[in-house]
């Protein structure tokens, strides 16, 4: 888990500590445990859980004591525990929505997509509606490659949390690769109206506008974020720009944008693209050599450029 | 807990995430060079050819294959196919839809094939009556009605084994559902096809992946999706899975060299599915998208940098700038 993610989850359980009140938690025991939980004394859970405090607690209590030692683990980054206490517990409380949640989620941030796929196949069996469920199948068939399963589900994820702008995003950019760039449109506008800062939503929705042939609307979407120096803006409005046959534009762009990083792989080539427009092939064949160095940052632009130099010095 | 499991679930990213849109340098340009590709007429860029190996069961697989290259937009000029492989392909070609090709192997059972049934299988055992493959026939009928070769949308070719000569035997003429019938028609369990004076088998034994069939069809860059079985870990137990073990061995043998042949493979790891496993169909055709989701960039990329040479005739002075 990384640094950040973990002050992140502390902090957000420290602040939902009324929420054990939810549980309607009986035991003394356990009300002392969530305490210590909720002031984030993890150490001093697991040490009165693991193993023998789990014994002694029954029914609901073993539920709510396994959740504790779970969540614990998890918190102080021992995933393997923390993993093995929730498997332990979801086949003891296997309707448990809660326990199912927390499994599929911590196995699917692990990367165990395969094991998580199940669990959260199991939480919609029982749970058809859970948001949480489909947001988790979504994203691991948008992973997998089945798009139009991805895209079902999202769609019933985002019923369950309409206001999370990175979630219209997500399902935005499913859309998007899926060809359906109308939808995606109107996903990556829902995006931006609940979080306008959203940068990356942004370009996204320059890409789908650019994808429609859209072009002027795609290059005004590029605008600020290219004002702000933002590589991927600078790159993308050179190249489009040049597509278009809009040389000395796209010649200004390639301009600033290898100011703002000389030899970039991309600026290079648009150069290059230029110069050969404008029938100067050694020029560039200049641009595509210094672009076909680069392979380290861009692997894919600089056989292009390797080949394409070959190509304009004839010999291919 | 339950708010703070919700906490958690909508704070924490999750990890091996999809393909994100790329807005690195190589990711503007592949997107750029495609849509260049892509909006180009067929005699202004390599023809693309898309090959379907044999593999029965397996073989369901080139559904999710062909899935996701359908998705990608790859512009598929060409298919040739074995034995299941010309299945799909004929069907594919034929322009029936590939959610529809995959609702028909997703039901797939021996019958959808052959006249195959208890009673037929003590024949064939006790007394060597061959069953009939006919099912397929009908089935290809049922999808594509009467159509000859010549008038599919895209160029199909499918490949047979002349069981008395040995020949492989090409079809790029005639009836579609008769070649097809021919070409996944296994030895010694169905009654060889008769046509035109030859009696032909299943393909898979001559010609696993007809990848020379697709450059007969005119194919310059190939993608050969491959269903090979992982046949040194399987143990045969029926007659049925014993004759295909043998076409797969052989298949495999000769498959080496066509598979150097080809521009790009994909193959998905469904080499335990056995013959006779029909209802592993749909983990076949799941396993395809997986494989090829996972190639398509390097599938693009190759394809692309194949047809630097045609798209970069029009990058110079006289011509006119292309407009995707």
Redesign the interface.
């Known amino acids: ?1 990384r640094g950040a ?1 973990a002050a ?2 502390a902090a ?2 420290a602040a ?1 500590t009324p ?2 009140g ?2 309607g938690s009986r035991s003394e025991t356990i009300k002392a445990l969530q305490k210590q939980f909720g002031a984030g004394h993890y150490a001093a859970v697991i040490a009165a859980l693991d193993p023998d405090g789990l014994l002694n607690l029954r029914g609901d209590d073993l539920r ?1 004591g396994y ?1 504790l030692l779970a ?1 614990s683990y998890e918190l102080t980054g021992r995933l393997d525990k923390s993993l093995s206490n929730y498997q332990v517990a979801v086949q003891l409380f296997p309707r448990d ?2 326990l199912l ?2 499994l599929a ?1 911590l196995l ?4 165990l ?1 395969e094991q998580a796929q199940p669990i959260y196949e199991e939480l919609l069996r029982l749970y058809p509606e859970n948001a ?1 469920g489909h ?2 199948l979504a ?1 691991i068939d ?6 139009d399963r991805s895209a079902d589900h999202y769609e019933k994820a985002l019923q369950g ?1 309409p206001q ?1 702008g990175d979630l219209w995003r997500e399902y935005g ?2 859309l ?4 359906d760039y109308r939808t995606a449109e109107l996903a990556m506008r829902r995006a931006l109206a609940l979080d306008p800062g959203d940068a ?1 939503a942004g ?2 929705l320059a ?1 789908i506008l650019r994808a429609q042939g859209r072009i002027d609307e795609a290059l005004a979407e590029l605008e600020r974020p290219s004002r702000a120096g933002r590589l ?1 803006a600078l ?2 409005r050179a ?2 720009l040049m ?3 809009r040389g000395g534009q796209a010649e200004a762009a390639a301009r600033a944008l290898l100011q703002a990083a000389p030899n ?3 600026g290079l ?1 648009v150069r290059a ?1 230029l110069e ?4 100067r092939r050694a020029q560039a064949q200049i641009f595509l050599r210094q672009a076909a160095t680069r392979g380290d ?5 600089a ?2 450029c390797a ?2 130099a070959d ?2 010095g004839g010999r ?1 | 807990m339950r708010l703070a499991g919700l906490a958690l679930a909508l704070w924490l990213p999750v990890q091996g995430a999809w393909a994100a849109p790329d807005y690195s340098s190589d990711g503007l340009l592949r997107a750029h060079l495609w849509r260049d590709l892509t909006s180009r007429s067929q005699s202004r860029r390599p023809r693309v050819g898309v090959v379907l190996s044999a593999g029965s069961s397996r073989g369901t697989a080139h559904v999710g294959v062909l899935q996701v290259l359908d998705q990608a937009g790859f512009p598929i000029d060409a298919v040739a196919g074995t034995s299941m492989g010309a299945v799909i392909g004929s069907m594919y070609a034929a322009g029936r839809p590939v959610k529809r090709i995959w609702e028909i192997m997703s039901g797939l059972n021996l019958s959808m094939a052959s006249n195959f049934n208890g009673l037929r299988l003590v024949q064939l055992m006790l007394a060597d009556k061959l069953l009939s493959s006919e099912q397929t026939e009908k089935l290809i009928r049922g999808e594509i009605g009467g159509l000859r070769f010549d008038q599919l949308p895209r160029a199909f070719a499918c490949v047979a084994m002349d069981i008395y000569t040995g020949e492989s035997v090409l079809f790029r003429e005639g009836d579609v559902a008769t070649a097809v019938r021919a070409s996944m028609n296994l030895p010694g369990v169905f009654t060889p096809v008769a046509y035109r004076q030859r009696f032909l088998v299943d393909g898979g034994v001559v010609d696993y992946i007809p990848v020379d069939a697709a450059r007969l069809l005119g194919a310059q860059w190939v993608l050969a999706s491959i269903t090979e079985s992982d046949y040194r870990s399987t143990r045969p137990q029926t007659v049925l899975e014993m004759f295909e073990q043998v076409i797969d061995i052989r298949g495999a043998l000769l498959s080496q060299e066509q598979r150097k042949q080809a521009q790009f493979l994909i193959i998905p790891p469904v080499g335990n599915i056995g013959v006779t496993e029909t209802a592993r169909a749909p983990e076949a055709m799941a396993k395809g998208v997986i494989a090829a989701y996972k190639a398509l960039r390097p599938a693009m990329e190759s394809l692309l940098l194949f047809s630097l040479e045609p798209m970069a005739r029009d990058w110079g002075p006289a011509a006119q700038e292309s407009r995707p």
């Open positions: 888990m993610s992140v989850l957000l359980l939902a929420a054990w939810l549980w709510r959740n969540a929505r809660d949640e927390r989620l699917h941030r692990s990367g997509e949480l947001l988790g994203q948008h992973a997998l490659g089945f798009l949390f999370r950019e499913e998007a690769e899926a060809r990356a370009l996204d890409l991927e790159r993308a190249l489009w597509e278009e046959g970039d792989p991309l080539y693209r050969l427009k404008a029938g940052a861009a692997p894919f632009t056989r292009v080949a394409l190509l304009v291919r």
